[in-house]
Structures are given as C-alpha cells and as structure tokens.
C-alpha cells in the first residue's frame, strides 16, 4: 500500500487523469482509449483523446492500470485484479479473464528449463467465443 502511494504521489494526478483512474477502476471493463474519452464526455466531463492516451499511458506506467495489447489497439483495465489470463473474441470483441493452474506450473516450468527468469506474463488467445461459435453452426 505504501509502495502504490508514493507512486501517486510521484505521478502527476491531475483532474483528468483522476477521472480516468476512476472510470477504469468502477468497472470490470477492458476499456479503449476511444471509450475512456466517449465516457467522460457523455458524463459532462470534456476531455480530449490526446489527453486521455497520455493519461492512460502515465497510470499504466505508475501501475495504477493494467493492459493488454490486442491486434488494433490497447485495452486498459483495473490493476488491482490480480494475474489472470484473457481470451479474445476475433468475431465479437468479447474479453473473457481466466486463470488456470497447470497453465502457470508450464510457464514456470518451461522458463526454469531454459534458465529464465520471469517477471511476468500474459497470455491472450484470440477465437471465437461460445456464442459466436454457436452462430455459425
């Protein structure tokens, strides 16, 4: 907890940055750039995109956000979740988290094989989903 105050503190909160923070943060969302300035300004919050990705890039920086890269654009969501894995709707955009066990034993296990020391991950698969793959059938 003290870590993630001097970081704040560090970091230049300023009032847009604050409304982003906790835009992301009230949410469950994976969240865009694109929606993160729609979603202020449709609540009387007037913000521009410019700013918006300079802010979402200096909170993922300070590790008040987390990201995940997809192919078209970055998505941003709270950081405070924990480690969990993403699955990726190629058709829908759907974002589904999940962890798994073995998952994790195998990456700790194939780094160790090879020497190498990990400081972290993410694995993101991209596909269909259950209900988009139901739609083709």
Do not use: P
Request: charged share 25%; aromatic share 6%; proline share 0%.
């Amino acid at each position: 907890m003290l870590i993630t105050i001097i970081i704040i503190s560090m970091l230049k909160l300023t009032e847009q940055r604050q409304a982003i923070l906790y835009l992301i943060n009230s949410s469950n969302r994976h969240w865009d750039a694109e929606e993160v300035a729609r979603a202020l300004t449709d609540s009387g919050q007037a913000i521009g995109i410019a700013t918006v990705y300079r802010g979402l890039a200096a909170l993922e920086e300070a590790g008040q956000l987390g990201s995940i890269q997809m192919s078209d654009k970055k998505r941003y969501e709270r950081a405070d979740k924990g480690h969990h894995d993403h699955m990726i709707c190629t058709k829908c955009g759907r974002i589904e988290e999940f962890t798994h066990a073995r998952i994790e034993q195998l990456q700790e296990a194939i780094a160790a094989e090879r020497g190498f020391v990990v400081s972290g991950h993410q694995l993101t698969m991209f596909g269909q989903c259950k209900l988009c793959s139901l739609e083709e059938i």
